[in-house]
């Protein structure tokens, strides 16, 4: 079998360099100096051939195979197709940076999962159908934060509200339903309505150094 500039034989598999010139999910289309012939992609060729490449193929028979991609001189991005599940172990420190934007999803679900996790940004933004925060402890340390919702519902053993001024608008109706309230003001207790309706079943008690009506 004589050889050609750009072709290799090993025990009846010839290995050669040609072009990509179309790529698509019926196979990858390389052109040749014996013509163009039609191949697939080897199982340990991850990234998807584009246009112009130049790659490595394998042939046996009529089985033909792209090995790998040896240069690109198009500025198509470069795609990594795995066709089945993939685990990835690294005994070490592992990091993935982006000059540009990083994008992490999976069609079902995607977890992060770690004994310490943090999330670190100048913008964080989480958006969602239902979030869910379920954790032993939760401490949040903001200079400001704005909520927004259509209905909000809390439940909880205890609850305090500790802060240096706090202001409260309803436009329409506020329902309170407690077992006891206490209402203390060090100084000035000021409760102003058009109409005021106090009622108690048995006792009534003003008590004060000096108490005026009208």
Not at 26 to 34: E, L
Not at 119 to 135: C, D, P, T
Request: contains cysteine; aromatic residues 4%.
């Amino acid at each position: 079998m004589n050889h050609t500039e750009n072709a290799q034989v090993t025990e009846g598999i010839i290995q050669q360099v040609g072009e990509v010139e179309k790529s698509g999910e019926a196979g990858v289309m390389v052109s040749t100096p014996q013509g163009i012939v039609r191949a697939r992609l080897a199982f340990s060729c991850l990234v998807q051939p584009a246009c112009g490449d130049i790659v490595l193929l394998s042939r046996r028979e009529t089985d033909c195979y792209v090995l790998s991609i040896l240069e690109r001189h198009s500025d198509a991005p470069v795609e990594m197709r795995v066709g089945r599940s993939l685990a990835i172990e690294v005994e070490g420190d592992a990091s993935l940076r982006a000059r540009g934007t990083a994008e992490f999803g999976g069609d079902s679900g995607a977890a992060l999962k770690g004994d310490s996790v943090a999330v670190v940004g100048r913008e964080v933004e989480i958006s969602g159908e239902r979030v869910n925060l379920i954790g032993k402890a939760l401490h949040w340390f903001a200079d400001s934060i704005d909520t927004t919702a259509r209905m909000i519902r809390q439940v909880s053993d205890a609850f305090s509200l500790r802060a240096r001024s706090h202001a409260r608008q309803v436009e329409d109706m506020e329902l309170v339903r407690v077992g006891h309230l206490d209402l203390r003001a060090d100084k000035i207790l000021n409760m102003n309505a058009e109409h005021a309706i106090v009622k108690s079943r048995e006792l009534v008690k003003f008590d004060g150094k000096q108490i005026q009506v009208g």
